[in-house]
């Protein structure tokens, strides 16, 4: 499993959370995403032998948001 922290602009509300949350939750690969509104990130725990870190930033700026 693999941790990572990514910074996300433009996420202001909990709609902006359940989003990217959601998104994220339903990517083969990913265990868990938890979004920190104050810190403008979102935590996202997978596996990288299913999915790679740019298909999550990806998913992220397909929900209209942008990854820094």
Known sequence: MKKEVIKVEGMTCNHCKASVEGTLKNVTGVTSAEVNLDEKNVTV????????????????????????
């Open 45 to 68: 725990e997978f596996d990288d032998a299913a999915v790679k870190l740019d298909k999550l930033k990806e998913e992220i700026e397909e929900q209209g948001y942008d990854v820094v």
